[in-house]
């Protein structure tokens, strides 16, 4: 990263900052602050209400503030986790947070931020957020191509695949399921073609991601 917030033709459109804390002003800053610089925002009140208005197909990040009445930012954010919420947090802290934040980094958060906080420090920890959900979105949409991928194998091209991912070379392949290195050939062909590989590499790097225990020992 150059070290500078997102130009706007970089921010994905459909990724919103959510913005829970029980402070009017600062809420209401902060939104004003990032929609002057391009993203999208929502803004919550209380840790309830973001839940209320909470999604499985939510995109973005939250920016939560550690102390609010009712549920806590960190009871929030071990709520989501409990939920399998994938948006990446970011804390706001006054000076007495900073070891709860230091815990809550522990248990999966991206950062915190304390008060009172730079317009550039923030925009910094909100486009690192972004692009890390960014990362991990495009990361579930491989791992589940792949899945459907490996349900369309024939059960001989999973034999022949699991064969490959260990490391076993066409004519071991051959005598190991008891045909001849030309149908192996064929069947390694086609399991390359469906699994949408351009390289040996490439098919273990996809396969030991979905099926980790796949991998050669």
Partial sequence: MSGLPA???????????????????????????????????????SAESFLQASNPDMTGCIVLDVRMPGMSGLELFEELGRRRCNLPVVFITGHGDVPMAVSALKKGAVDFIEKPFGERDMLRLIEQCLQLERE????????ADTVRRLEHLTQREREVLDLIIVGKLNKQIADVLGISIKTVEVHRARVMEKMGAHSLAELV?????????SAPR
């Fill in 7 to 45: 130009a706007p033709d970089q921010i994905v459109p459909d990724q919103i900052v959510h913005v829970v804390d029980d402070d009017d002003a600062l809420r209401d800053s902060l939104a004003w602050m990032l929609e002057a610089n391009g993203y999208r925002v929502a803004v919550h009140e």
């Fill in 205 to 213: 790097q996809h396969v030991v991601l979905v099926e980790p225990g």
């Fill in 136 to 143: 991990n979105r495009d990361k579930r949409l491989q791992e």
